[in-house]
């Protein structure tokens, strides 16, 4: 049996009065499935994804009304999950309106006054992917609204950093933001898209981080690998992030499989691929999954 395959199902002794199973299991914490077609769910479910959260996104095109969002909410709420669980998957999301839309502010105001419609569905996890995008003074009035909103209902927060140029500076004003309010604690909010420039910025300030692994852009599997050795296993995750555009779900599987060809350890592969995740998203308040495999003590 190879390396991989001794990754995959088994097993490492922890003491000598414990082993601990390392199955398969991985979760997607960042995954657009409402683009994506059922046979990346069979793949998935393939490769041992046991569950996903889906935040909210931009469509591609601006939607015209709060109606329209209330509808994708419904689809993120209602719809998807239960397709999700037709493949073994179990289906968690997030709600906002994102940071290309915000924008339009008084839009954006209507639709974060549907948002409490949701908030008590089961497996809505908080509020995101909210943040900034071209860093502009409505995005940033929009940030700040939505964060409100989280505090006043006690939500869990899933920020989205900007792409490429903007990335540095908008990751920087995003947690100025963040840190300047008390009440946000940093435990229960996950900075996402992090890249080399950015990680130790969030991860200083206490904050969860999120590699995305996309094909070209942001982080590939090698870097984030390069990432994790660099600053370590803690408050780590990855997500595939794929959506409508060039993106790959089997990224979550190649990451893992870069860690083992690296030498990682099968319990390292585990923390980064469903503990990590599991332990952060279980923080939420209506958080509905009975995962496969219990957490190991901290
Ligand atoms: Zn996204």
Redesign the pocket.
Same mark, same amino acid.
């Given at each position: 049996m190879g390396p991989w395959r001794r990754c995959h199902y088994l097993l490492s002794a922890a003491t000598t009065t414990s082993v601990i199973i390392v199955a398969m299991y991985y979760l997607d914490p &960042?995954i &657009?499935m409402v683009s994506r077609v059922t046979d990346d769910y069979v793949r998935m479910a393939q490769a041992g994804c046991v569950a996903i959260s889906e935040?909210a996104?931009w469509a591609g095109f601006d939607r015209g009304s709060a109606e329209a969002f209330r509808d994708y909410f419904r689809q993120l709420t209602d719809f998807e999950p239960k397709r999700a669980a037709q493949y073994g998957i179990h289906h968690m999301c997030w709600l906002c309106i994102n940071a290309k839309e915000a924008e339009d502010v008084s839009l954006s105001r209507e639709v974060i006054s549907v948002i409490p419609e949701f908030l008590d569905q089961p497996g809505v996890l908080g509020i995101g992917?909210i943040g900034l995008n071209k860093n502009t003074k409505n995005e940033v009035t929009i940030f700040q609204e939505q964060v409100e909103l989280a505090m006043k209902t006690d939500e869990l927060i899933l920020v &989205?950093t900007p792409h490429l140029q903007d990335k540095y500076r908008g990751t920087r004003m995003i947690l100025d933001i963040l840190k300047a309010d008390s009440r946000v604690q940093p435990g229960r909010v996950l900075i %996402?898209h992090v890249e080399e420039h950015t990680i130790a910025h969030a991860l200083d300030a206490g904050f969860w981080v999120g590699m995305t692994l996309y094909p070209v852009t942001k982080c590939t599997p090698k870097r984030s690998v390069d990432l994790i050795e660099r600053y370590g296993s803690e408050r780590i995750m990855a997500n595939s992030?794929a %959506?409508w555009g060039p993106s790959d779900p089997m990224n979550m599987p190649a990451l893992l499989r870069t860690l083992d060809e690296r030498k990682h350890d099968a319990l390292t592969i585990h923390k980064i691929a469903y503990e990590n995740p599991l332990r952060f998203l279980s923080q939420a308040r209506r958080f509905n999954f009975d995962p496969p495999l219990p957490l190991r003590p901290e």
């Open positions: &960042h &657009h935040p996104f992917e &989205h %996402d992030a %959506d």
